[in-house]
């Protein structure tokens, strides 16, 4: 049994995708030893070749396709299946395919591509706990956020057409209809949402300036997500996060209904069956597992410009910190950290921005100095806090998005009160920002050190003939024209103290061609500068 | 005749040529507005940010004394 044996006539299963007779145009569900893993449409997904329609398997259950597993392909509702074979994919494994958590829970991919949990692979008790613990969210947002929540998407979809979770839903949502009109308006509202929640003792994580997630811990141990959508209108067009835009009648949503899911009684738009024709097309009463949004292009660029931009590259940046990849980064210091700790004094105090894998952060206490850490990622933060720990007791890790302004001036702030001398060190972090993210790194690097109370060392890539755009890792870098950077130092009040430019070494210590070093300071106090 | 004919291809093709110059002038006009709109409305976000941090963090700095500072970004952290 090889991965490209033919298993039943016109079907094919590699390890690339599979490949099914051109006359299968209903709704496919993919299941591996008889759990629901994935499904698609073939004349949507897949693309027509001699052999029939070839559909890629999904790029997040790609790296876990490797052992044996009974494929099953079949068409939802109908009770048809097309294929029941056992299969190796991966090379010959004697292994069972395993694709499950850390906590041996089974995934499948979601709606929008993440390799998830889904309701149909949890069992009735976590069900409960999820189910509760919504109910207690939507509790709080009504009562103590002020704002009349609703279920909104796949549970509520669950609640009307069969009164229970969609099995192969992942997540709870929770939409509000906002009376404010102005986009600002709309996301300092949810600013005060997110407060009202985390005084009630939740846990959150900001998504766009429109919405937020609610952390639910299960009693197994693991993380929930209930997402808290805002809905508004602009210029009588109603919009609702994720990406929905559109006419739907105020009257539609408000006051509010209530559904039943799972015998639980929950708050439900005035009109729940508008609101599922609004959001999933009139066709929504038939189940459809791979069912995907199209959205009106001229409301995702809207809702894109009004409220989000400043987290599109942490999805990526944690996927890297989680990878094999990121285990292959050196434990020791780089040499830009040798450069650096010749240039500072002992008891000096060193705040690292994107210290990824803490590997300098850690070289910097070791060698007695005080040590602060600020990273975007999560991933990030948990490695270098544990390396952290081993090498020193005082050091703090804490979050800076450096698109965000929030973040950005309150990291500035705390920098620029610690005592005596600090130093900001940005290894390759340029390389990384967006042009409103370095520019807010400028601001931050002022903030911290103007009045000279330290220096501001970077290390970048750097534009060269013949050198490729991007950089390592996995891309998310560009190279910097380095005239420009010190340009743009130089409108920020910053004076360039020691500037070297030549070969150095990528994240994973691998070969650079050309790279740039920078000392600079920032000798003038704040409010006497140009930018 | 030819020479007609031959002024005839010239200024079809000259017309051509300037149609297809407006219309690439025209979509790349437009592309530009539909960046500087997109653009504009980045500014929503930022203004809310500013709000916010004049709102939750300067006011209430300016309230304390020096030594709440670190207290008062503590609680900023805290909530964003």
Redesign the interface.
């Known amino acids: 049994m090889t991965t490209t044996d033919q298993l039943v006539d016109g079907y094919h299963v590699g390890d690339h995708g599979l490949t099914l007779p051109g006359t299968v145009s209903g709704v496919v569900t993919v299941s591996f030893d008889g759990r629901y893993v994935w499904s698609f449409q073939p004349l949507r997904d897949a693309r027509p070749g001699p052999a029939g329609r070839t559909v890629v398997w999904p790029a997040a259950l790609r790296p876990h396709l490797r052992g044996r597993t009974r494929l099953t392909l079949a068409e939802p509702g109908t009770g048809r299946t097309y294929v029941d074979q056992e299969v190796v994919l991966g090379g010959e494994v004697a292994e069972r395919l395993r694709l499950e958590d850390p906590h041996g829970h089974p995934l499948a991919v979601n709606k929008v591509g993440n390799l998830t949990r889904v309701f149909a692979e949890t069992d009735g008790a976590a069900r409960a706990e999820i189910l509760h613990g919504t109910a207690r969210v939507l509790d709080d947002l009504r009562t103590h956020g002020g704002v009349e929540a609703y279920l909104g998407y796949g549970c509520l979809l669950g609640a009307v057409r069969e009164g229970a979770m969609i099995g192969t839903d992942c997540d709870a949502d929770l939409c509000y209809l906002s009376e404010r009109t102005?986009?600002?308006?709309v996301?300092?509202e949810s600013?005060a949402l997110?407060?009202a929640m985390?005084a009630r003792g939740w846990r959150t994580v900001?998504m766009s300036?429109g919405d937020f997630k609610v952390l639910l811990r299960l009693g197994d141990g693991r993380t929930v997500y209930v997402d808290v959508f805002v809905a508004f209108y602009v210029d009588g067009v109603f919009y609702q996060l994720g990406n929905r835009s559109g006419r739907l009648p105020r009257e539609a949503i408000t006051p509010t209904s209530t559904v039943v899911l799972e015998g639980v009684e929950l708050p439900a738009p005035a009109d729940p069956e508008a609101m599922l024709a609004f959001v999933y097309g009139p066709g929504w009463r038939v189940p459809d597992p791979s069912f995907r949004f199209t959205d009106p292009r001229g409301g995702v660029?809207?809702l894109?410009?009004?409220?989000?931009?400043?987290r599109d590259d942490l999805p990526a940046w944690n996927a890297f910190f989680r990878s094999p990849e990121a285990d292959e980064v050196p434990r020791r210091r780089s040499d830009f950290a040798r450069w650096t700790r010749r240039r500072i004094l002992r008891g000096d105090t060193v705040v690292e921005l994107g210290p990824g894998t803490g590997r300098d952060a850690a070289f910097f206490a070791r060698q007695g100095h005080r040590v602060h850490a600020y990273d975007i990622s999560p991933d990030a933060r948990s490695r270098t806090q544990r390396r952290l720990r081993r090498s020193s007791g005082t050091s703090a890790v804490?979050r800076l998005m450096l698109g965000?302004?929030?973040?950005v001036?309150?990291t500035g702030?705390?920098i620029g009160?610690l005592s005596g001398r600090r130093h900001l060190y940005a290894r390759r972090l340029v390389n990384a920002l967006d042009d409103?993210a370095r520019r807010n790194l400028w601001r931050l690097a002022r903030m911290a050190l103007a009045g000279d109370r330290g220096s501001l060392f970077l290390e970048l890539s750097v534009l060269a003939p013949g050198l490729p755009d991007r950089v390592e890792p996995a891309g998310l870098g560009r190279r910097l024209d380095a005239e420009g950077v010190v340009a743009e130092l130089q409108a920020y009040g910053a004076h360039v103290q020691e500037r070297r430019d030549g070969p150095g070494t990528d994240v994973l210590d691998r070969p650079d061609p050309w790279t740039c070093r920078l000392q600079v300071h920032f000798p003038r106090t704040l409010g006497a500068t140009r930018a | 005749m030819p020479d007609l004919r031959t002024h005839l291809v010239k200024a079809r093709s000259a017309a051509r040529r300037a149609h297809t110059a407006r219309g690439t002038g025209v979509r790349a006009r437009l592309d530009a507005l539909e960046a500087e709109v997109q653009e504009n409305r980045r500014l929503n976000r930022r203004i809310a940010e500013l709000t916010d941090l004049v709102a939750e963090l300067v006011v209430p700095l300016a309230r304390r004394e020096d030594a709440e500072v670190h207290e008062v970004l503590a609680r900023y952290r805290s909530i964003i």
């Open positions: 102005h986009p600002v308006d996301v300092r600013y997110e407060r985390l900001r300036g660029r809207r894109d410009g009004w409220l989000r931009g400043y804490r965000e302004l929030r973040t001036v309150v702030a705390e009160t409103e």
